[in-house]
């Protein structure tokens, strides 16, 4: 498929001080759920996934702690005997002591709702610099760190058939990224950005019933993965970044934690607010320059890793939870789409630390959690075209689990 346009960012130019550009605006998911919870996303690798021989074995985990959340807990013998008894005197039949007993019925064998919020940075955003009046960068240039601030609301569940992930990002910039618009392009107060991810599996042991796709020590379950971005960002870039995942889900059968792979088709539709400036450029003889804006990539291929690895030898409710995602090139970006987008690859790795469990015995309500993320070639954008497109950003923060 041709590429309609470009969401890229645009080259750095000289005498231009401050030029924000984006190809797509991809938080890609927050510090501590784009791994300790996604593994529900990711094929239900644990104890809810379909390849668990026995459904209430053990708690699903989740934010890299093993968690323990059922609707009520059966009861012993005693209490048994007792419900029997009371039934009996007062005339109640005990089948329907027993149905009254029972937990309410729910769609769900696992849900969990979560609010944070961290702070990221040094981040980049490509084509974002600064002029360095000793002229050690490039062409005078240096590129430009952007401090952010993040609210996240988190739901992930498990169902009959599989899991479902929804996240939403209320991200803040510095004044170093400035907000703007058609009229000012460079207001006084910093961007904010609106970020949406679904994310769903459904698991092909559930749907048929068997246990074929789990290979015992190598896989538990194979699914059917699909999901979709969506951003709004108020700069005069405009991104509004429309995209949508399927392919496979790998959960793989680790003796603790989870190690989760999806391999995926990427298609990515946004807009570049910046395209077809003939004012830059110099106009181009035939290019639809009223169409340009509109974006469209071309499909590519997209392989996430999500995982998260319990480290009781610390004596501490601690894990380890990250992610890496690979996205190849999806077609070209720039002004008058003149760049090639590059290999992407992001990595992040947190240390989660249950805080509650710690201090007040009780375990998957209060987390804090501190990581790195790498992020190279940017939304795609090429080094040798593009400034600031490296990113090596210290993550901080704080989850408080609603249910």
């Not at 039949?93 to 149905?99: H, Y």
């Not at 690979?326 to 240390?351: A, C, H, M, W």
């Amino acid at each position: 498929m041709t590429v309609a346009g470009a969401t890229g960012p645009v080259r750095a130019r000289p005498r231009i001080v401050d030029r924000r550009v984006r190809l797509r605006s991809r938080p890609r998911v927050c510090a501590l759920y784009a791994a300790g919870l996604l593994r529900l996303a990711c094929g239900g690798s644990g104890p809810t996934g379909a390849a668990r021989a026995e459904p209430a074995a053990d708690p699903p985990r989740a934010a890299g702690q093993d968690r323990v959340q059922t609707h009520a807990e059966k009861p012993g013998a005693a209490q048994r005997a007792s419900t029997r008894a009371d039934s009996q005197e007062t005339g109640i039949p005990l089948a329907a002591a027993t149905v009254m007993a029972a937990p309410p019925p729910s769609a769900f064998s696992f849900a969990d709702t979560v609010v944070s919020y961290r702070f990221q940075g040094p981040a980049a955003e490509p084509g974002l610099f600064v002029g360095r009046p000793d002229g050690t960068a490039k062409g005078g240039f240096a590129p430009q760190a952007v401090p952010k601030n993040v609210i996240n609301f988190f739901h992930t569940d498990s169902w009959d058939y599989g899991t479902t992930l929804i996240s939403l990002d209320i991200l803040r910039s510095g004044s170093q990224d400035p907000a703007g618009d058609k009229r000012i392009t460079a207001k006084d107060d910093g961007a904010t950005e609106i970020y949406l991810i679904y994310w769903g599996v459904l698991s092909l042991n559930r749907i048929f019933e068997t246990q074929t796709l789990a290979v015992p020590g190598l896989v538990r379950d194979v699914g059917l993965s699909f999901g979709a971005d969506i951003n709004s960002k108020d700069t005069t870039f405009d991104s509004e970044k429309r995209a949508g995942t399927f392919g496979l889900s790998f959960a793989f059968d680790v003796p603790t934690g989870f190690v989760d792979l999806k391999v995926q088709a990427y298609k990515e539709f946004s807009r570049n607010g910046f395209a077809g400036a003939g004012s830059i450029y110099g106009r181009v003889p035939g290019f639809d320059y009223s169409h340009f804006r509109s974006v469209e990539y071309k499909m590519t291929p997209e392989f996430e890793v999500t995982y998260t690895i319990p480290l009781p030898f610390t004596g501490l409710p601690l894990s380890l939870a990250g992610f890496n995602t690979i996205i190849l090139p999806k077609g070209r970006y720039g002004g008058i789409n003149e760049n090639d987008t590059q290999i992407e690859f992001v990595s992040q790795t947190n240390l989660v630390l249950d805080v509650g469990q710690l201090f007040a015995r009780v375990p998957n309500r209060v987390e804090i959690f501190a990581g790195f993320q790498y992020w190279h070639n940017k939304f795609g954008a090429d080094p040798r075209r593009t400034i600031n497109t490296e990113e090596k950003a210290l993550i901080a923060g704080v989850a408080y689990h609603l249910n």
